[in-house]
C-alpha cells in the first residue's frame, strides 16, 4: 500500500493508506447517523476539515473512494502472535494465568470504562515486549501499569490491520469475562438475599441467645 499525497492550496499532505487503532477508535465514537464526507476525511486523514473543504467535489469523491478502499476495507485478518512496530517485537499474552495482579485489576477496569474507549490500552495490556524468543516461543517483559499506558498511547499510531484478528478475540473475551461477572454477583446478591430472610425467619422463631450465635459475616456477600 502505497502512501496517498495530496496538495490543498500550496499545502502538501502525506496520508498513511493503513488504518490506525487511534483512527478505528475515534469512528467507533462520531455520530455516524450524521457523519458527512469532510468529517469523515478529516478522521481517517488528519487534515482538518475546513481545508478538505476546499477540495474539488469531483476529486473529493475521488479521495473518498481511494482512501475508503484502502483504510476501511474489511480484511478478515488472522490473530498476529508477534509485531514489530517502532523497532520493538511484540508478542501477546496467550496463556492469561501468567498475567499478575495487577494485569486483572487494569484489565477489570479498562473494561468497565468500556471497550472502544480504551481499546489501545487493552491490546497494549495483551501485547507487550518480548524479552526473549526461540522458535515460536517466547518470553514477554511482566506487566506493569506505567509502561502499558505508554505503550497505549504509542499504540494509537499503530496500523489495525495489526491487531484486528486480535481485537475480535479481545471482544468475545470481554464479553465473555463481563458475562460471567456479571453472572457471580447476581449469585452472590441472591444469596444473599437468601441468608438475609433465613436471619429474619430466625429471629422471629429463636431466643435472643441463640440468635447472636449466627456468624457475623453470615449476611455479607462473598
Known amino acids: ?13 502525506t496520508i498513511n493508506p493503513r488504518l490506525t487503532l487511534g483512527e478505528y477508535m475515534t469512528l ?10 469532510p468529517k469523515l476525511l478529516e478522521t481517517i ?14 476529486r473529493t469523491l475521488y479521495l473518498v473512494n481511494k482512501i475508503m478502499k ?5 480484511r478478515k485478518n488472522p490473530v498476529q502472535a508477534t509485531f514489530e512496530f517502532k523497532g520493538k517485537l511484540y508478542g501477546l499474552e496467550t496463556d492469561l494465568t ?14 468497565s470504562l468500556g471497550f472502544n474507549d480504551n481499546l489501545n490500552k487493552i491490546v497494549a495490556l495483551y501485547y507487550r515486549p518480548i524479552q526473549a524468543q526461540l522458535g515460536k516461543k517466547y518470553i514477554l517483559e511482566p506487566y506493569d501499569t506505567d509502561d502499558c499506558l505508554k505503550r497505549a498511547e504509542e ?30 454477583l447476581r449469585r452472590r446478591n441472591q444469596r444473599m438475599k437468601r441468608r438475609l430472610k433465613a436471619v429474619s425467619y430466625m429471629k422471629k422463631i429463636l431466643p435472643n441467645w441463640l440468635v447472636g450465635k449466627i456468624p457475623q459475616g453470615f449476611t455479607k456477600p462473598n
Not at 467507533?28 to 464526507?37: A, R
Not at 486523514?45 to 469531483?58: A, H, Q, V
Not at 501468567?98 to 473494561?111: A, M, P, R, S
Open 1 to 13: 500500500m502505497s502512501e496517498i499525497k495530496l496538495t490543498i492550496d500550496g499545502q502538501k499532505y
Open 28 to 37: 467507533q465514537k462520531i455520530d455516524k447517523v450524521n457523519l458527512n464526507t
Open 45 to 58: 486523514t488528519g487534515i482538518p476539515e475546513k481545508e478538505i473543504k476546499k477540495i474539488d467535489s469531483n
Open 70 to 74: 484502502e483504510k476501511m476495507e474489511d
Open 98 to 111: 501468567k498475567l499478575n495482579f495487577g494485569g486483572w485489576i487494569d484489565l477489570e477496569t479498562f473494561i
Open 155 to 184: 499504540f494509537l499510531e499503530l496500523p489495525f490491520d495489526i491487531v484486528s484478528g486480535a481485537s475480535r478475540f479481545f471482544l468475545t473475551f470481554t464479553k465473555t469475562y463481563t458475562e460471567d461477572t456479571l453472572h457471580i
